[in-house]
C-alpha cells in the first residue's frame, strides 16, 4: 500500500465532526495516540529492562497505526498528501545532513 491509497482509505473511517477546517480534532488525537506509544516504551524500560517482546511490539504496532491515521487526517485537514509531506521531509532531511557534513 502507498501512502496515496492510505490516505484514500484512512479517510472513509474518519468519524469525527466535519467542518470546513476541523483541525483541533485529528491533532488532539494524535496527541493522545502518541502518548500512548511514549507509554509502552516507558513501561518497556520499567518492567522489561528495555527488551521488546512480540506482545508489545504487537501493541506499538497498533498504536503506530492510530499515530498514521490521525496525521492522515490532520494532512486531509490541510489539504496536504501523506506523500508532499514525506517528500518534503526528505527533502529538509537531506538539506540538514549536508549542512552537518
Known amino acids: 500500500m502507498n501512502f496515496e491509497e492510505y490516505q ?4 472513509q473511517t474518519a468519524l ?3 467542518r470546513l477546517e476541523n483541525l483541533e480534532y485529528p491533532t488532539l488525537g494524535l496527541a493522545g ?3 500512548e506509544v511514549a ?3 516507558k513501561k518497556i524500560q520499567r518492567d522489561n529492562a528495555g ?17 498514521l491515521w490521525y496525521i492522515s487526517a490532520c494532512a486531509d ?5 501523506l506523500a508532499e509531506i514525506a ?3 526528505v527533502a529538509k532531511l537531506a538539506k540538514r545532513h549536508n549542512r552537518a557534513a
Open 33 to 35: 495516540e502518541a502518548g
Open 8 to 11: 484514500s482509505e484512512a479517510s
Open 51 to 67: 527488551i521488546i517482546t512480540d506482545e508489545v511490539r504487537g501493541k506499538l504496532k497498533d498504536e503506530l497505526g492510530d499515530v
Open 77 to 81: 485537514e490541510l489539504g496536504l498528501t
Open 39 to 41: 507509554n509502552i516504551v
Open 16 to 18: 469525527y465532526p466535519r
Open 87 to 89: 517528500d518534503y521531509n
